[in-house]
């Protein structure tokens, strides 16, 4: 038989074999559909200019405040409608007044909690922040020197900052104030191994889920600005500084520079062995090394001898080195309680 004649009777073949397939019963198993392949997921993009920032808690902490309050929440439930937030709500925590403080702050719609008697700003800053309801904390003093007309443009920086704390820069306040605060700042500056233009001031935007993390190791003094900006710092969070022009208060202020001056310095050596131990132990170990090979080459070249003070200075400098190593894993694992939403 030819090609040809092969090639014109294979589809009557093939047509004979499927009929003979269809009489005993024996059909070939039909293909399978091939699955669907997925669809790539979609890019997401954020429309520019959308706010992360939607809901805000402002907690004024205030202790015989009745001079400054009322003007002070004035500005800020002002502030608060420019903002347009979709949730906002002001808290004056009353750290024990003996005036009219907590009465001003419910006849202007804030919500007032009262210490029954003074517990220290630091406390009521940490009731605030447990209080508050917001996704985002502000804290600004009660005594009028922070402008919340700077509220605007910290929102913005927190865009993309964990916290934005407005700076004087070491203006505004007294000349021994300032000294001191340039001082505390520089010393923060090391330890915490980023550039701090104002260590203490208590006008700042911090995100709550963090702030509520670090309520456990806030003082209940003026200190507690030192200890959060020590402490997001050293672990890993975002901080932004925005400058501002701090206004004059009426009335007395309630910081007494050298008792609490003492109590920053303490809180910053706190803060370095909580969080950064090594700032601290491995400059001291290195000086008792200094010391240690300095005695050492003295007594050699003098009298020919290894005295016992050389090895007690060395050997105290590798003790510190090693106390220092420890005390830094020990701070590692501090880490992982901190922002434990993930967010």
Do not use: C
């Not at 800053?125 to 007309?149: S, T, Y």
């Not at 407005?166 to 090391?190: D, V």
């Amino acid at each position: 038989m030819s090609v040809q004649t092969e090639q014109l009777l294979a589809p009557h073949l093939q047509e004979d074999a499927l009929a003979a397939l269809m009489a005993s019963g024996e059909l070939p198993a039909p293909r399978p559909a091939p699955s669907p392949v997925p669809a790539a997921p979609a890019l997401v993009v954020e429309p520019a200019g959308r706010q992360r920032i939607t809901s805000v808690s402002i907690v004024v902490p205030a202790r015989n405040e009745a001079l400054n309050l009322p003007g002070l929440l004035a500005e800020i439930r002002a502030e608060l409608e420019r903002a347009e937030l979709e949730f906002a709500e002001v808290l004056v925590i009353d750290d024990g007044s003996t005036d009219d403080t907590p009465r001003i702050a419910t006849a202007t719609g804030a919500r007032a909690i009262t210490h029954a008697h003074s517990l220290g700003n630091g406390a009521a800053v940490k009731r605030g922040i447990r209080e508050a309801r917001g996704e985002w904390i502000l804290l600004l003093d009660g005594d009028g020197q922070h402008p919340p007309q700077e509220l605007s443009a910290m929102l913005e920086l927190a865009e993309r900052h964990d916290m934005v704390v407005a700076s004087r820069g070491g203006r505004g306040g007294s000349a021994h104030r300032n000294i001191a605060n340039r001082i505390y700042s520089r010393f923060a500056s090391y330890v915490s191994g980023r550039h701090i233009p104002d260590l203490t001031s208590g006008f700042r935007l911090v995100r709550a889920s963090i702030a509520k993390d670090l309520v456990w190791v806030l003082p209940n003094t003026f200190s507690y600005p030192t200890t959060i900006t020590m402490s997001m710092l050293r672990s890993g969070f975002s901080v932004a500084f925005h400058p501002f022009a701090v206004r004059q208060r009426r009335g007395k202020s309630h910081i007494r520079l050298f008792a609490d001056g003492s109590r920053f310095f303490l809180i910053i050596l706190r803060i370095a062995t909580m969080f950064a131990p090594l700032r601290v132990f491995l400059p001291i170990s290195l000086l008792f090394a200094a010391a240690g090979v300095g005695w050492y080459a003295f007594t050699w070249f003098t009298t020919g001898r290894f005295t016992n003070m050389a090895v007690t200075l060395l050997g105290q400098a590798t003790l510190l080195f090693a106390l220092g190593l420890i005390a830094e894993q020990i701070a590692a694992l501090r880490f992982q309680n901190l922002s434990r939403d993930g967010r």
